[in-house]
């Protein structure tokens, strides 16, 4: 059984930066696209960043952002740990949210897809908050 562990979220102010962890368990595909969602309060869950690999190929990487986290997020993995990263820096309040981590791990989706439904696998959530 596939779990994934999200860490890492907390309180920060305007313009600072925090790293979320996702470590996935029960993987044996070797097949890895995460991806990165939130869901800010009294909306919908949105596509943040996402992330796609094989064990087969260690020099394939693919990477999606949404049009809100260029420049200011980056995704990464740590394939030893089977840890997903998201690095977020310049945060602003409205980054205030929910954040997710998710996980298909059946299939290598090139770019990262963007949808709730292309995933299989969620993580509990961990609560971000910018405040102004």
């Known amino acids: 059984q596939v779990q994934l562990v999200e860490s890492g979220g907390g309180l920060v102010q305007a313009g600072g930066s925090l790293s979320l962890s996702c470590a996935a368990s029960g993987v044996t595909s070797g097949t890895y696209t995460m991806g990165w969602f939130r869901q800010p309060p009294g909306k919908e869950r949105e596509f943040v960043a996402g992330?796609?690999?094989?064990?087969?190929?260690?020099?394939?990487?693919?990477?999606y952002y949404s049009d809100s986290a260029k420049g200011r997020f980056t995704v990464s993995r740590d394939n030893a740990k089977n840890t997903v990263y998201l690095q977020m820096n310049g945060l602003r309040p409205e980054d205030t949210a929910v954040y997710f981590c998710?996980?298909?791990?059946?299939?290598?989706?090139?770019?990262?897809?963007?949808?709730?439904?292309?995933?299989?696998?969620w993580g509990q959530g961990t609560q971000v908050t910018v405040s102004s």
């Open positions: 998710a996980a298909d791990v059946l299939r290598l989706r090139v770019p990262p897809p963007l949808t709730t439904d292309d995933y299989d696998y």
């Open positions: 992330i796609s690999w094989s064990d087969a190929n260690p020099y394939f990487l693919s990477t």
